[in-house]
C-alpha cells in the first residue's frame, strides 16, 4: 500500500495552496495567508507534504514539452481536429503561439510551487520552530530540492527567468525582471541542490519513502553542471555520479519491467519520483488515460477515454525492432490493431487496476539508477576516458539482454553510443529533450538539436506529418534553434503594467 506522504500532502495541498489567477504577478492570497501559520513542526511537515504535491500539477503536462517536441513521440491521429491536438500540435512542430492555455498551466502551476515552497521555508529557516537541527536541515532540504528543480526545468525550457525565492506581494512581483540562465543556476538551483547535496536524509523509514534524498539532491545537482555543460562543470558533474553509483542501496533491478510495476513502486532502482495515489481521493495520475491507443476504450480502460495524445514515433520503434532480443522493447511500447489500423502506444504507465477516469496509480520516476550509468558514461565520452565508456553502456546492454560493445575508438563513436543508449532506456521517461540540449555542448555544435529534429520530421519520420488533415503539416521555417525555448505565456506579458517582459526571440 502506498504510503501516506502522497495522501496527505495532496490533501494539504488542496486545503493550503487554492490557484491564483495571474501567475506571478498576481501573488495569490493563498500563500500570503499563510505567514504565521507555519509555527509547529507539524504545521511545517504539512506544508512540505504540500510542495510534494505541487509538483504532480506540474509533472501531469511536462512530457508535452520533453517528450512530444523530440523526436520519440508524436501526435499519431492525423485526421483529428480537437482543440487540445491542434495545440499540442504547435508544441511538437513549433509553431506554438505564446498565448496557448495549456503553455499558461504549465507555467502557473510551477510558479504556484515555487510560491508554495517560499511560503514554508522562512519558518523553517526560524530555529524556534523546530528543535532537532537534522530534522530542521531535512526540511529545508526538501524545499530547496523542489524549488530547484522546478527552476532547472524553467530555464532550460524557457531561458532567461523570473527569480523569485521569497513570498512577495502583486506590487512588488511587478518590478523583478527575466534573470539570465546563468544567474539562475549560479544563485538558486546550485546552491540549493548543494544544501540538499550535503544535508538530505540518506534514507527514510517506509512511512516517508519518496522524500528527497542526499542521493537524489547530488543526481540532480550532476545533471544541473552537464546541462550547464564546459569541462570545469564536467569534473564536477563526475565525483557527484560516482557517488551515487557507489551507494550500495541504489541498483538496477534484474527485470527492466519491474521498474514501472504499479505494484512495485519505489523499488531500489528509483532515486527520486513524483508520487501519487489511484482510487477514488482525486490524486491518481492521468498518464495512463493520456496515452492509452485511441479507439481502445473498455480493452485497455475500463473507465475513462483513451487520449493516444503521446505515441512512439516510427523512428523510435525501428531502433528498438533492429534487436528483437532486447528485453526493453515491449515493456517500452507496444502496437494496438482495430480495424487494421495501427496504434502505437507507451506501456511504461499501464494501469490495469484504474477504478476512477485519471486516476491511475502510476507514479512518475525523475530519476534512476539507470540514468545516472549512462550520465556517467557521457563525461567519460567527453573527459579522455572515451574507451572506456562503453563498460558503463555495457551495464545497461547486459540487462537488456543485448549484445555488449567493444571499446570505443573516438569521442564521437562514444557519444553516439551513449546518446543512443540513453534514448532507448529512457524513452518515454521525458529525458530525450534535456539530452538533445546537451548534444548542443558535448558535440560542441549548436545547431546539432534542431538538426536532429528536422531531419526526423521532414526525413526519417516524414510519413507521419505529411498525412496530417486537419492537424498542420509541419513548416520547416518553425524549426529553428529559437524555438527550442518555448514563449514565455503572453498573459504574463499582458498583465504586468509596470514594465515591458521581454519575449523570447522567435515568438
Known amino acids: 500500500m502506498k504510503n501516506s506522504i502522497i495522501i496527505i500532502g495532496a490533501l494539504v495541498a488542496m486545503l493550503s495552496f487554492p490557484g491564483c489567477e495571474d501567475f506571478i504577478f498576481d501573488q495569490p492570497e493563498s500563500v500570503l495567508t499563510q505567514v504565521g501559520f507555519y509555527n509547529t513542526s507539524i504545521r511545517i511537515n504539512q506544508g512540505i507534504l504540500g510542495c510534494y504535491a505541487g509538483m504532480t500539477s506540474v509533472m501531469n503536462d511536462e512530457w508535452m514539452y520533453t517528450e512530444l517536441r523530440s523526436d520519440n513521440t508524436c501526435i499519431f491521429s492525423t485526421g483529428s481536429s480537437s482543440n487540445v491536438r491542434q495545440y499540442l500540435s504547435g508544441f511538437a512542430h513549433f509553431s506554438l503561439i505564446s498565448s496557448e492555455p495549456i503553455l499558461q498551466n504549465y507555467w502557473y502551476n510551477t510558479f504556484q510551487n515555487i510560491s508554495n515552497v517560499n511560503a514554508v521555508l522562512p519558518s523553517v529557516l526560524d530555529n524556534s520552530y523546530i528543535t532537532l537541527e537534522s530534522k530542521r536541515a531535512q526540511y529545508e532540504s526538501e524545499l530547496r530540492f523542489i524549488r530547484a528543480y522546478h527552476y532547472f526545468n524553467l530555464v532550460n525550457l524557457f531561458g532567461d527567468m523570473f527569480k523569485i525565492t521569497t513570498v512577495i506581494g502583486p506590487n512588488d512581483a511587478k518590478k523583478i525582471v527575466r534573470s539570465p540562465v546563468s544567474e539562475i543556476y549560479n544563485e538558486i538551483i546550485i546552491p540549493d541542490l548543494k544544501y540538499a547535496a550535503q544535508n538530505a536524509p540518506l534514507a527514510y523509514s517506509s512511512a516517508d519513502i519518496g522524500r528527497i534524498t542526499k542521493w537524489a539532491a547530488k543526481s540532480l545537482l550532476a545533471k544541473t553542471y552537464m546541462m550547464i555543460?564546459?569541462?570545469?562543470?564536467?569534473?564536477?558533474?563526475?565525483?557527484?555520479?560516482?557517488?551515487?553509483?557507489?551507494?550500495?542501496?541504489?541498483?538496477?533491478?534484474?527485470?527492466?519491467?519491474?521498474?514501472?510495476?504499479?505494484?512495485?513502486?519505489?523499488?531500489?532502482?528509483?532515486?527520486?519520483?513524483?508520487?501519487?495515489?489511484?482510487?477514488?481521493?482525486?490524486?491518481?495520475?492521468?498518464?495512463?488515460?493520456?496515452?492509452?491507443?485511441?479507439?481502445?476504450?473498455?480493452?485497455?480502460?475500463?473507465?475513462?477515454?483513451?487520449?493516444?495524445?503521446?505515441?512512439?514515433?516510427?523512428?523510435?520503434?525501428?531502433?528498438?525492432?533492429?534487436?528483437?532480443?532486447?528485453?526493453?522493447?515491449?515493456?517500452?511500447?507496444?502496437?494496438?490493431?482495430?480495424?487494421?489500423?495501427?496504434?502505437?502506444?507507451?506501456?511504461?504507465?499501464?494501469?490495469?487496476?484504474?477504478?476512477?477516469?485519471?486516476?491511475?496509480?502510476?507514479?512518475?520516476?525523475?530519476?534512476?539508477r539507470a540514468d545516472i550509468v549512462l550520465l556517467y558514461a557521457e563525461i567519460l565520452a567527453q573527459d579522455g576516458n572515451y574507451s572506456t565508456a562503453h563498460n558503463q553502456v555495457n551495464i545497461i546492454r547486459d540487462r537488456a539482454g543485448i549484445a555488449n560493445m567493444q571499446a570505443f575508438t573516438s569521442p564521437e563513436m562514444a557519444l553516439d553510443s551513449v546518446y543512443q543508449e540513453r534514448r532507448l532506456e529512457l524513452a518515454f521517461e521525458n529525458q530525450r529533450w534535456f539530452d538533445l540540449l546537451r548534444m548542443a555542448k558535448s558535440y560542441n555544435n549548436v545547431n546539432m538539436p534542431m538538426d536532429i529534429l528536422k531531419q526526423h520530421t521532414f526525413h526519417t519520420d516524414s510519413i507521419l506529418y505529411t498525412a496530417f488533415n486537419p492537424l498542420p503539416v509541419p513548416d520547416i521555417a518553425n524549426y529553428v534553434n529559437a524555438h527550442l525555448l518555448l514563449p514565455v505565456p503572453q498573459t504574463e506579458i499582458d498583465t504586468n503594467n509596470e514594465m515591458v517582459i521581454p519575449q523570447n526571440d522567435g515568438y
Open 229 to 368: 555543460g564546459g569541462v570545469e562543470n564536467l569534473a564536477l558533474a563526475k565525483p557527484l555520479l560516482e557517488e551515487v553509483l557507489a551507494e550500495s542501496s541504489i541498483g538496477l533491478l534484474p527485470n527492466f519491467a519491474d521498474v514501472f510495476s504499479t505494484s512495485n513502486e519505489m523499488n531500489n532502482e528509483i532515486i527520486f519520483a513524483i508520487r501519487y495515489k489511484g482510487g477514488s481521493l482525486g490524486i491518481g495520475s492521468p498518464f495512463w488515460e493520456y496515452f492509452a491507443p485511441e479507439n481502445s476504450a473498455n480493452l485497455f480502460l475500463k473507465v475513462g477515454s483513451p487520449d493516444g495524445n503521446n505515441n512512439p514515433t516510427w523512428e523510435i520503434m525501428n531502433l528498438f525492432n533492429r534487436n528483437p532480443l532486447d528485453k526493453r522493447k515491449d515493456a517500452s511500447f507496444k502496437v494496438y490493431i482495430r480495424s487494421a489500423k495501427t496504434y502505437p502506444y507507451i506501456t511504461k504507465y499501464i494501469d490495469n487496476n484504474i477504478t476512477q477516469a485519471m486516476q491511475a496509480e502510476n507514479d512518475w520516476i525523475v530519476i534512476r
